[in-house]
């Protein structure tokens, strides 16, 4: 927890008791249903909670806008960034059930009112969000394939909307197609070493209606 208080100082009582609560409720959780790897459940904070906010490095999520969290997994980054910004609206979508049993489970726990859950694979989704969010669930051609379409036409931010992607390693091929992405890396923000190859992606994407 000192480790999202070291990077995020200005939290409110709530977020910090929201944060302190995630270990727990994770840790409850994995034991009924593995979502989460043991080794990362001992280093949630840094593997988890503060690799999802590096999102909030790069974006201040408005009030009023949405956010769709595609391949949420165990509700990351979905859950951290709904913690950071309840104002924000936030869809988390897996094709896994048992995994979104612990996603609602834990936002229950932590009294999200700002988060809902979907079921389905992504390209049965007919809505349209400000931003897409995930972690590297798929290549980068494959992942704009599946959520062509759902990119809101009202710019709400300074960052023009479109996908914003947690992924590491070298992402010169994947991107070579891609002239209007832009890369953040993680060491610009963080300074532990399992970030050193870490990127957000901002792949600016245009409404289509």
């Known amino acids: 927890m000192q480790l999202i208080l070291k990077y995020f100082p200005d939290l409110s009582e709530d977020q910090i008791q929201q944060f302190q609560k995630l270990e727990s409720l994770y840790q409850d959780w994995n034991l009924k249903i593995n979502v989460v790897s043991r080794k990362d459940i001992d280093e949630l904070y840094l593997r988890h909670v503060l690799h999802s906010l590096a999102i909030a490095k790069v974006i201040e999520f408005k009030a009023g806008s949405k956010v769709m969290d595609v391949g949420t997994g165990g509700g990351f980054p979905g859950i ?51 931003f897409i969010v995930s972690r590297a669930v798929a290549a980068m051609p494959t ?67």
Do not use: C
């Not at 979907?118 to 989704?125: D, F, G, M, P």
């Not at 759902?150 to 710019?155: N, S, V």
């Open 80 to 130: 951290p960034l709904a913690i950071m910004f309840p104002e924000t609206q936030f869809h988390l979508v897996d094709s896994i059930a048992k995994k979104l049993k612990v996603v609602d489970e834990v936002v229950e726990g932590l009294g999200l009112t700002n988060v809902k859950t979907t079921h389905t694979r992504v390209e049965e989704i007919n809505d349209t969000y400000d």
């Open 143 to 209: 992942f704009v394939h599946w959520v062509k379409g759902k990119i809101a036409k009202t710019q709400n931010h300074n960052l023009k909307n479109g996908i914003l992607y947690l992924k590491g390693g070298d992402l010169s091929e994947e991107l070579k197609d891609y002239r209007t992405a832009t890369m953040y890396d993680l060491t610009e923000f963080y300074s532990e070493p399992f970030f050193e190859t870490k990127k957000v992606v901002h792949l600016p994407m245009k409404f289509k209606g």
